[in-house]
Every structure is written in C-alpha cells, then in structure tokens.
Nanobody, 123 residues
Framework: QVQLVESGGGLVQAGGSLRLSCVASGRTFSRYVMGWFRQAPGKEREFVSVIGWSGGQSGFYADSVQGRFTISRDNAKNTVYLQMNSLKPEDTAVYYC???????????????WGQGTQVTVSA
C-alpha cells in the first residue's frame, strides 16, 4: 500500500513557476513508476508526465507541457517533483501524482493516487 500526498499548488500569474511535490509513504517507493496527471473543470483527467523507478532517465511529457515542465524524483526522500515553468492559464487544473508498476500515459495503469493540489494560473 502506498499513500501519496501532493503539495505546492497555488495561484500564479501567467509566465510564473511552481514546484509541486508528492511525498509517498512506505518503503517501496523506489519500485514504482511515478506519474503526474491533471484535471481541469469539466474535462477528463489527462497525462502530464512520468518518470521511471530509478529517476536516472529523463521523464516523458505530454506535448502540451514539453519544454516547460520537468519531472524528477528523490528516492531517499520518497518524493517526486514537478517543476512547472512558463505557466499558462490553460495549465489551470487539479494536479495529481500517481504510482504504478509500469510507465504509462494512461490513468488506469496507475494503482495509487494522491488527493490532488490545485494550480490556478491567471492571465
């Protein structure tokens, strides 16, 4: 069982930056692939980024955030991060971290989810 808790969301102006954190409970964090997803009001949850279990390789990103967002993880701290730069109003959503056994862009491939953190980008 893995419990995930996100933090770092907030209100920021367009062009600004935020760093989201997701802390996992349990001793097996390093065995999980970690993903970030987001859900805007009235829309389906969508993939943002994923990073492998070791964190040594580069993350994979949705086209909409490629070049602006960076995913990373610190297995010693049981934490995955999402650095978000050059934010746009269309990035406004609730952001969720998720843990799974394989790298995937599909939400249903992930076994554990956090409660989400709100990111609001004003124009």
């Amino acid at each position: 069982q893995v419990q995930l808790v996100e933090s770092g969301g907030g209100l920021v102006q367009a062009g600004g930056s935020l760093r989201l954190s997701c802390v996992a409970s349990g001793r097996t964090f390093s065995r999980y692939v970690m993903g970030w997803f987001r859900q805007a009001p009235g829309k389906e949850r969508e993939f943002v980024s994923v990073i492998g279990w070791s964190g040594g390789q580069s993350g994979f990103y949705a086209d909409s955030v490629q070049g602006r967002f960076t995913i990373s993880r610190d297995n010693a701290k049981n934490t995955v991060y999402l650095q978000m730069n050059s934010l746009k109003p269309e990035d406004t959503a609730v952001y969720y971290c998720a843990a799974g056994s394989r790298s995937s862009i599909r939400a249903y491939d992930y076994d554990y989810w956090g409660q989400g953190t709100q990111v609001t980008v004003s124009a």
